[in-house]
Nanobody, 119 residues
Framework: QVQLVESGGGLVQAGGSLRLSCAAS????????MGWYRQAPGKQRELVAT??????NYVDSVKGRFTISRDNAKNMVYLQMNTLKPEDTAVYYC??????????????WGQGTQVTVSS
């Protein structure tokens, strides 16, 4: 069974930084797209950033502040978040399209990690 486990969330003041990590484990043959989503209270879950191969994609609100990266050897994806704003407060979820041994490609979610930015 494949699992995605996030870490690195917490409470930070506006203007501060946090680095989120997500580790994928299990019977993984290959990982395709990896990404980060977030969901603020009372709002729908939104895409924050994705990375596939050497290509990255960001929602406009985080461009220039957040950087997504991955370590394929360790099956990990990271989100470096700088110049955080109170509106970045949300639960952040890791997401990945993973091909498992003897299976097709399955989309997985992590359990989420809380990021709170105080003003």
């Amino acid at each position: 069974q494949v699992q995605l486990v996030e870490s690195g969330g917490g409470l930070v003041q506006a203007g501060g930084s946090l680095r989120l990590s997500c580790a994928a484990s299990g019977s993984i043959l290959r990982i395709y797209v990896m990404g980060w989503y977030r969901q603020a209270p009372g709002k729908q879950r939104e895409l924050v950033a994705t990375i596939t191969g050497g290509s990255t994609n960001y929602v406009d609100s985080v461009k220039g502040r957040f950087t997504i990266s991955r370590d394929n050897a360790k099956n990990m994806v990271y989100l470096q978040m700088n110049t955080l704003k109170p509106e970045d407060t949300a639960v952040y979820y890791c997401n990945a399209d993973i091909q498992e041994f003897a299976k097709g490609v399955v989309n997985y979610w992590g359990q989420g990690t809380q990021v709170t930015v105080s003003s």
